[in-house]
């Protein structure tokens, strides 16, 4: 039967009730220490044009300036479509046509009244024939009517069509961020779904964390983390991931553990070996401003086992805050310790 060593502190005045190394407060707010983990950006997005074109503008055109959403990026050689979009406006202003088939409309009409008073005066002035003539012109002059108003829809359409064409030449930020990347300059032409840009939201970043298996039932989504920035102390020395790449099969792959030495190979492409850290490694900044509330918007359901202790692993996103002179506490690739402050459920 496993044992459990529980005792209560008065010493702040709030009752804390110390169970297996977790506090639990009066709200029964349990503290789990987390592995630390490395922060990464969860938005980085490439900068393209929607449709070929010159470049005129690329703004800004240097690396690490913010921007804000709607600030307009990229900005195409848009001549010809201005022109055509002016065309298309003067077409849709022009009211000829209308007004030349309400006048044919009434011309016709009040000939087809006046025969009409005209055979009740004097009965059979008029032949069937030419009545029904004039009630045609009637009938006629109201198409042309219906179809001079229907022109200037379609032309409104047509329109709106070249305007939307027209506003593919410029692109805008799609939200608040760093251009992390500038790949073309004005002069140049690009392709439709070329990257000309690269933006990144520094706002919100993401730090996957490793939380023992054991401490599942206390880990909720919606669950607040505490995170904490720090550095590697000295003494720590990050595990590498150090699998071996696939073998591909080939015909000279090693074969039980031994190479054909007289057979040159080619040698894989280097990889950068992904470092992971525990919280022995990192060294927390203490200060009340150093902290940042995340919170947990995903659960692997994927036991991990390759540290050697199975483990649970979390999707913290964490609010970044900036500092007086308008630049981002939290980067990506920076260690943090993460404590996961959760609120069991009945």
Request: with cysteine.
């Amino acid at each position: 039967m496993a044992r459990f060593s529980c005792f209560v502190s008065f010493g702040t005045g709030l009752c804390l009730l110390i169970c297996g190394g977790r506090i639990v407060s009066g709200q029964d707010e349990v503290r789990v220490k987390t592995h630390s983990a490395l922060l990464e950006v969860v938005r980085r997005v490439p900068i393209s044009t929607e449709v070929a074109g010159r470049i005129v503008s690329v703004t800004p055109s240097d690396e690490g300036v913010m921007v804000k959403a709607g600030d307009e990026m990229i900005r195409l050689d848009d001549a010809v479509i201005q022109a055509e979009v002016r065309r298309a406006q003067v077409e849709l202003d022009l009211q000829t046509e209308i007004e030349f088939a309400k006048v044919s409309l009434d011309v016709a009409m009040a000939e087809q009244q006046q025969k009409r008073e005209t055979n009740q005066r004097r009965p059979g002035a008029f032949n069937p024939s030419e009545i029904r003539q004039v009630e045609l012109e009637v009938k006629k002059g109201e198409a042309s009517l219906r179809k001079a108003i229907d022109d200037k829809q379609i032309q409104d359409a047509e329109l709106k069509i070249k305007q939307a064409q027209l506003a593919q030449y410029t692109v805008r930020a799609p939200f608040d961020g760093q251009v992390t990347l500038v790949k073309v300059f004005p002069g140049q032409n690009v392709r439709p779904g070329e990257q000309v840009l690269e933006l990144t939201d520094m706002s919100t970043l993401r730090a996957q964390v490793k939380v023992p298996a054991k401490d599942r039932k206390l880990l909720f989504v919606g669950d607040k983390v505490e995170i904490r920035p720090g550095k590697i102390q000295a003494a720590g020395v990050p595990r590498a991931n150090t699998a071996r790449p696939a073998r591909g099969g080939g015909l000279f792959d090693e074969v039980a553990g031994e190479s054909n030495s007289n057979v040159p190979v080619e040698a894989p492409a280097a990889q950068e070996p992904q470092q992971e850290f525990t919280g022995a490694d990192v060294v927390p900044d203490e200060t009340d401003d150093s902290v940042f509330i995340g919170e947990i918007r995903f659960i692997d359901p994927v036991q991990d086992n390759i540290s050697g202790e199975p483990m649970i692993k979390l999707s913290v996103f964490v609010p970044n805050r900036q500092d007086k002179f308008g630049r981002y506490l939290l980067h990506q690739g920076m260690p943090v310790t993460a404590t996961v402050l959760s609120r069991p459920r009945d």
